[in-house]
């Protein structure tokens, strides 16, 4: 299998080395992309990617040598899909809004709902592996107490119970689910940061696309300075984004079966009273988030301002230095610059707070969990605990991190958005043949 994967990975080197020798030929050759001509265990342990890490190691890494982009993967393509969607999508809007007579304003999520028409399938397996990432880590802590109920059998169970096979079968599946993870955590995140690559360079197409589409005045009642501040800041916020595209809904499963392990271990009073603190945390965060993304757009309009005034000043620049107007115009940019940096200190102050109230908040948890388990006459069992703690653990990066995680980079990933389809939504007034007509006759 390996050798056969190894072949494969390297048919594009020798590919390569065919072009190269065959230069002078008329009709150059072909080279496939290693990703597409990978086999499946090839793409589950990426191992299309040796050739090329193998001749990094024995000299440094040309352009030349770099492999081709899957077709999925280049710009042109992707720039094309997501103009077919995004113009299906407002065809479809202006029509219904001319059928009905009425002024309804485009929906915040149609932009999104074109890209998942061009991503769907990679959503739906990113979401796959997710999935199986969460069943795997949730898996472990009952793997965990089932291989401690064993040790203790030495001196608690009989001799017919005490099987070794048992245990080290036990131990082979932690073995097992702690790997699963480990491949399954690569490839959701592969998925993700993949859609996010994409869809910024998709976007910033996009945009290219619409300004060539637009009259010179259009452009000057839109502002270089929003144009540039899209392509340069705002669709970096994919990349952070996406990467926890699917953990609104994963973190929610996870709580869900965490909560019902725990109450199924310690009972319902214990187990719902450390669930209630991670509740209590849930709500704060999510007030805090709205917050956070109102700062956002606020911040994003100082920042649209700061570049507006900084091209004027730039573009106009003789004039300012005729009328001696730097004094007036480093003043303004300043306290543009100001207020822009104040916002940006308010927002990255409330994602602060809102990371460490979740990382304290399954420490609390398992302390009211055994607290009151303990209050209640119980005895604490060395099994118990450890269970309590892991799943908790397991709770503190899903909740706590992941779901943070997306609750602060969905509002600027939306705020992004809705930028993005104000702009690609301005009316697109292309000169007729008539125009074109009335314009040969005027001159």
Sequence with gaps: MDSLEHKRTESYYEALEDEQSSATSEEPQVIPAPFEEAGVWSRIAFSYVHPLLRLGFARPVHLEDLPPLAHRDQATVITEQLYTAWTTRLESHNNAQNKNAGKKPLSTFTLWRATVDVFKENYILAGLYGAAESATIIAQPIVLGEFITWLEGEQNYSEERWDYLTGTGIAAGLVFLSFAQAVTHHLFFFQTMRLGWNLRTGMTGLVHKKVLRLRTADLQAITFGKVINLISSDILRFERFFPSLHYWWLSMLDLIAVTYLICNEVGGKAGMAGIGVMLLSICVMITFSKAFFRLRSL?????????????????????????????????????????????????????????????????????????????DGETIKLRSVLIIIALYQVIRVSVGKNFARF??????????????QSFMAVPEKLYSKNDNKNNNNNN
């Design 299 to 375: 911040g994003s309009q100082r920042t649209d301002s700061r570049v507006r005034v900084i091209g004027e000043a730039i573009s106009g620049m003789l004039s300012v230095k005729a009328f001696c107007w730097e004094k007036p115009f480093f003043k303004k940019i300043t306290n543009l610059r100001k207020e822009e940096a104040s916002f940006i200190r308010k927002s990255q102050a409330m994602s602060a707070i809102n990371f460490a109230m979740f990382m304290i908040a399954p420490a609390l948890s398992t302390f009211a969990t055994v607290t009151i388990y303990w209050n």
């Design 407 to 420: 609750m602060e980079a969905f509002p600027e990933a939306h705020a992004t958005m809705l930028r993005l």
